[in-house]
């Protein structure tokens, strides 16, 4: 038995041939239903479903919701360019939420804010309402300082943030680029606000701030002015003290209060002079305590139970005292007599209220704590009824250390920071709530010029990535992905790349062009062109599913040092319905058939070298019955036969000693091209037997040329005392220019023997002959 069949076996699963039968029911479903369940993986999971069969193939690219998550990947650099390529993969489709997980656990590197930056802006230009920065391991504040403020949307309602610098300028241009923002959440920030405003928040959740390195320096005011907010969560935010203004905290429903040990001082007493100011708490109906109620025999408790008429759930939550490293030691053990503090014998409690909706009580302590049976003795001498209450052990406090170098380490704050935001909770808030332009780094500064210019470059339609000026491939390639990237969504005309760096040795794989292409052509490109390539190695698209090039906007494709068979030629045919201009340079040609019936200009140019040459000579083919240019070098090992060309106008063929493989070769180039109106001939040398040969013997078979007007043949026109030349003149009654093209040695014997005989014969009323 194979070890995957006895795995499955012993495990309960059936092996796939055990039910060959069984049809797939979920490839049959819907793409918004595959959707829906894939959005629940991350985005590698995601991509990684496109082997599963044909079906699933593009899938993934018109994903609404992407998570990606650095946890599985071996270093950030991975990582890095693995969200660049989903993003300039990805189909044109809007985004609902986009969301980062930063932590390599393979790795000890982390994100830089310049890769973050570029992910936002191109994400919010997809009009994506939620997007989160949810976990990073940087020991470094992010900050916006020094880059176009990213967070711009009049789409964006959801926004989390995790270790970023937060100061009154961010505040005030978050308000007023996100007009429709309404949930705001920011984790393991350093807060330097002093005004928090807004008219359109409904959360606002300050969580888990920042330890002593990133404090303000200086007390101040916070104030948080936010008329529809209805969800706050705010923790302490150190050297900020909090005004609430035009809104109160009266009218909650649920209100939890949370502050550290009733021992600390400071606290304990603003908050109890701030009790005779409260107004009753009409539609409180949750209420969660910390352990400021014990103050003065729980007398921050009972005030706010009476002033709370509706009242139903109350929990109340002691810890341990925080260790204090001026102290160095628990302060429980500095106050033996606990019940004296929290139940003094010399204050008599006020008398008994009515709790009558109160129907749960729980009172969560941590081990060892001697006060609950006195907080409980408290409760029963003042309310009534008293519901039943739960006594629960809770395994930790919740509570930061407040002493210089204690609390907990990165790696922990940031697991609580995130604690709770799991898919579902994810998923949840957002379902309910010109001419062409030389792209290289010194001429795409024009941002610097003024403001007006500051973006203008990013709805360029007309791209052309030049490597020439960049000290090396890699840092070329970085640019044209966070060029592509930060691009505003709008169509692209033409996308134009030169691959050749004067100072670095490296070269481009397809593996780094791949993405460029699949972004220009889903941006709807028509054209699209590799114009140079440096490396030694032919590039490919072998291995790549689906088709590269494919699209029905394209059409006009430019390739250089690619790898060019049957196979290509065909996809190429098939997935671009209007191309109509086609060029291969220094490509390597495989092919025996080139069929289109659309395309209207054919290059091949300078074809690669001996090593890249087919192994056995074959025909070559070309059938294009609306082409109008052909430009055709010699193809090494093939035989060329033009097949219903004569729609051709302007032809250039260059033959030479390994376009045919002897001279028995049939060769119909001259009889198809007698349609066009300039005709360009080369060959090599007189000297050389076979191309001479092969063409002299097909002169008899064509027909008069009566449409061209300029003729231009190489050395080959010599052989038989110019008889080639002399045959083509008098079959070319229209012929206005004639060039004649020969190499150094053979240009004497020419002039001397044969200039007078070619004046003689070419007696055309339109023929004009200069010496050069």
Same mark, same amino acid.
């Given at each position: 038995?194979?070890?995957?069949?006895?795995?499955?076996?012993?495990?309960?699963?059936?092996?796939?041939?055990?039910?060959?039968?069984?049809?797939?029911?979920?490839?049959?479903?819907?793409?918004?239903?595959?959707?829906?369940?894939?959005?629940?993986?991350?985005?590698?999971?995601?991509?990684?479903?496109?082997?599963?069969?044909?079906?699933?193939?593009?899938?993934?690219?018109?994903?609404?919701?992407?998570?990606?998550?650095?946890?599985?990947?071996?270093?950030?650099?991975?990582?890095?360019?693995?969200?660049?390529?989903?993003?300039?993969?990805?189909?044109?489709?809007?985004?609902?939420?986009?969301?980062?997980?930063?932590?390599?656990?393979?790795?000890?590197?982390?994100?830089?804010?310049?890769?973050?930056?570029?992910?936002?802006?191109?994400?919010?230009?997809?009009?994506?309402?939620?997007?989160?920065?949810?976990?990073?391991?940087?020991?470094?504040?992010?900050?916006?300082?020094?880059?176009?403020?990213?967070?711009?949307?009049?789409?964006?309602?959801?926004? #989390?943030? @995790?270790?970023?610098?937060?100061?009154?300028?961010?505040? $005030? +241009? %978050?308000?007023? =680029?996100?007009?429709? &923002? /309404? !949930?705001?959440?920011?984790?393991?920030?350093?807060?330097?606000?002093?005004?928090?405003?807004?008219?359109?928040?409904?959360?606002?959740?300050?969580?888990?701030?920042?330890?002593?390195?990133?404090?303000?320096?200086?007390?101040?005011?916070?104030?948080?002015?936010?008329?529809?907010?209805?969800?706050?969560?705010?923790?302490?935010?150190?050297?900020?003290?909090?005004?609430?203004?035009?809104?109160?905290?009266?009218?909650?429903?649920?209100?939890?209060?949370?502050?550290?040990?009733?021992?600390?001082?400071?606290?304990?007493?603003?908050?109890? #002079?701030? @009790?005779?100011?409260?107004?009753?708490?009409?539609?409180? $109906? +949750? %209420?969660?305590? =910390?352990?400021?109620? &014990? /103050? !003065?025999?729980?007398?921050?408790?009972?005030?706010?139970?009476?002033?709370?008429?509706?009242?139903?759930?109350?929990?109340?939550?002691?810890?341990?005292?925080?260790?204090?490293?001026?102290?160095?030691?628990?302060?429980?053990?500095?106050?033996?007599?606990?019940?004296?503090?929290?139940?003094?014998?010399?204050?008599?409690?006020?008398?008994?209220?009515?709790?009558?909706?109160?129907?749960?009580?729980?009172?969560?302590?941590?081990?060892?704590?001697?006060?609950?049976?006195?907080?409980?003795?408290?409760?029963?001498?003042?309310?009534?009824?008293?519901?039943?209450?739960?006594?629960?052990?809770?395994?930790?406090?919740?509570?930061?250390?407040? =002493?210089?170098?204690?609390?907990?380490?990165?790696?922990?704050?940031?697991?609580?920071?995130?604690?709770?935001?799991?898919?579902?909770?994810?998923?949840?808030?957002?379902?309910?709530?010109?001419?062409?332009?030389?792209?290289?780094?010194?001429?795409?500064?024009?941002?610097?010029?003024?403001?007006?210019?500051?973006?203008?470059?990013?709805?360029?339609?007309?791209?052309?990535?030049?490597?020439?000026?960049?000290?090396?491939?890699?840092?070329?390639?970085?640019?044209?992905?966070?060029?592509?990237?930060?691009?505003?969504?709008?169509?692209?005309?033409?996308?134009?790349?030169?691959?050749?760096?004067?100072?670095?040795?490296?070269?481009?794989?397809?593996?780094?062009?791949?993405?460029?292409?699949?972004?220009?052509?889903?941006?709807?490109?028509?054209?699209?062109?590799?114009?140079?390539?440096?490396?030694?190695?032919?590039?490919?698209?072998?291995?790549?599913?689906?088709?590269?090039?494919?699209?029905?906007?394209?059409?006009?494709?430019?390739?250089?040092?690619?790898?060019?068979?049957?196979?290509?030629?065909?996809?190429?045919?098939?997935?671009?319905?209007?191309?109509?201009?086609?060029?291969?340079?220094?490509?390597?040609?495989?092919?025996?058939?080139?069929?289109?019936?659309?395309?209207?200009?054919?290059?091949?140019?300078?074809?690669?070298?001996?090593?890249?040459?087919?192994?056995?000579?074959?025909?070559?083919?070309?059938?294009?019955?609306?082409?109008?240019?052909?430009?055709?070098?010699?193809?090494?090992?093939?035989?060329?036969?033009?097949?219903?060309?004569?729609?051709?106008?302007?032809?250039?063929?260059?033959?030479?000693?390994?376009?045919?493989?002897?001279?028995?070769?049939?060769?119909?180039?001259?009889?198809?091209?007698?349609?066009?109106?300039?005709?360009?001939?080369?060959?090599?040398?007189?000297?050389?037997?076979?191309?001479?040969?092969?063409?002299?013997?097909?002169?008899?078979?064509?027909?008069?040329?009566?449409?061209?007007?300029?003729?231009?043949?190489?050395?080959?026109?010599?052989?038989?005392?110019?008889?080639?030349?002399?045959?083509?003149?008098?079959?070319?009654?229209?012929?206005?220019?004639?060039?004649?093209?020969?190499?150094?040695?053979?240009?004497?014997?020419?002039?001397?023997?044969?200039?007078?005989?070619?004046?003689?014969?070419?007696?055309?009323?339109?023929?004009?002959?200069?010496?050069?």
């Amino acid at each position: 038995m194979p070890q995957i069949d006895k795995v499955l076996t012993e495990t309960g699963m059936i092996t796939s041939h055990g039910e060959q039968n069984v049809p797939d029911r979920i490839s049959d479903l819907s793409d918004e239903l595959l959707h829906h369940v894939m959005s629940y993986l991350t985005m590698q999971e995601a991509v990684q479903t496109c082997v599963l069969s044909q079906r699933w193939q593009n899938v993934w690219l018109s994903l609404m919701y992407i998570r990606a998550k650095g946890d599985k990947f071996s270093s950030m650099k991975i990582f890095r360019k693995f969200l660049d390529n989903v993003l300039l993969y990805r189909s044109p489709v809007p985004l609902k939420g986009f969301w980062i997980s930063g932590i390599c656990n393979n790795s000890d590197d982390s994100l830089d804010y310049s890769d973050i930056h570029r992910w936002v802006c191109h994400v919010l230009r997809r009009i994506t309402p939620s997007v989160g920065i949810l976990v990073h391991s940087g020991s470094k504040l992010l900050s916006t300082d020094g880059y176009p403020f990213p967070f711009i949307s009049v789409h964006l309602s959801v926004l #989390r943030l @995790l270790h970023f610098r937060i100061d009154d300028c961010f505040v $005030k +241009k %978050l308000s007023s =680029g996100c007009p429709a &923002l /309404k !949930d705001l959440y920011l984790i393991s920030c350093g807060i330097y606000v002093t005004m928090f405003s807004s008219t359109t928040l409904k959360t606002l959740v300050i969580h888990d701030a920042e330890p002593t390195e990133h404090l303000p320096k200086n007390f101040e005011h916070l104030v948080i002015d936010m008329p529809n907010l209805v969800t706050l969560h705010l923790e302490e935010i150190p050297r900020r003290n909090i005004h609430l203004v035009k809104f109160a905290l009266s009218n909650a429903t649920s209100l939890k209060l949370v502050s550290g040990s009733v021992y600390e001082e400071v606290v304990s007493k603003v908050l109890m #002079r701030g @009790l005779p100011r409260c107004k009753p708490f009409r539609n409180l $109906k +949750k %209420l969660k305590l =910390g352990e400021r109620f &014990l /103050k !003065d025999g729980c007398y921050p408790l009972l005030f706010l139970l009476r002033h709370s008429p509706n009242i139903e759930k109350l929990r109340l939550q002691l810890t341990k005292a925080r260790y204090n490293a001026s102290v160095g030691a628990d302060k429980h053990e500095k106050f033996p007599n606990v019940a004296a503090v929290i139940d003094p014998p010399c204050k008599e409690t006020e008398r008994m209220f009515n709790c009558e909706k109160l129907t749960e009580i729980e009172i969560l302590y941590p081990k060892g704590d001697k006060r609950v049976p006195i907080i409980v003795r408290i409760l029963f001498a003042n309310i009534s009824p008293l519901p039943a209450i739960k006594i629960n052990p809770c395994p930790n406090s919740g509570l930061t250390c407040s =002493g210089g170098g204690g609390g907990r380490n990165a790696g922990e704050r940031m697991q609580a920071a995130t604690k709770g935001w799991t898919d579902s909770t994810l998923h949840g808030s957002c379902l309910i709530q010109c001419p062409e332009t030389r792209m290289s780094a010194p001429n795409n500064e024009t941002c610097v010029l003024s403001r007006r210019w500051k973006n203008v470059w990013s709805s360029m339609k007309w791209i052309y990535a030049d490597a020439e000026k960049f000290g090396s491939m890699k840092s070329f390639t970085k640019f044209v992905d966070n060029f592509l990237l930060y691009r505003n969504p709008v169509p692209l005309d033409a996308l134009w790349i030169s691959a050749i760096c004067n100072h670095s040795d490296d070269s481009l794989d397809f593996s780094d062009i791949h993405p460029w292409v699949r972004h220009a052509l889903t941006s709807n490109a028509w054209a699209l062109g590799i114009l140079e390539h440096s490396g030694t190695n032919l590039l490919s698209v072998d291995g790549y599913n689906p088709f590269p090039f494919t699209s029905r906007h394209l059409c006009i494709l430019r390739l250089c040092h690619f790898s060019i068979d049957d196979n290509f030629v065909k996809m190429l045919s098939s997935c671009c319905p209007v191309l109509d201009d086609l060029g291969f340079k220094s490509c390597a040609i495989n092919v025996t058939m080139f069929s289109s019936s659309t395309l209207k200009s054919l290059i091949i140019n300078t074809t690669e070298t001996m090593e890249h040459f087919p192994e056995q000579f074959e025909h070559l083919v070309i059938d294009m019955p609306n082409l109008v240019t052909l430009h055709h070098d010699e193809i090494p090992n093939r035989n060329i036969q033009l097949v219903d060309v004569s729609s051709v106008k302007k032809a250039t063929i260059y033959l030479f000693g390994l376009s045919f493989q002897n001279s028995s070769v049939d060769c119909n180039i001259l009889s198809a091209l007698s349609n066009a109106t300039s005709l360009e001939l080369i060959s090599p040398s007189v000297y050389e037997e076979v191309v001479p040969n092969v063409l002299v013997r097909a002169l008899p078979k064509c027909k008069i040329f009566g449409n061209p007007k300029k003729l231009t043949l190489g050395e080959w026109f010599l052989r038989d005392g110019c008889y080639p030349l002399l045959f083509l003149l008098w079959r070319s009654p229209n012929i206005e220019k004639l060039i004649l093209q020969l190499c150094k040695d053979a240009l004497k014997f020419f002039i001397s023997s044969f200039h007078e005989e070619i004046l003689s014969a070419a007696s055309h009323q339109h023929l004009r002959v200069s010496k050069q």
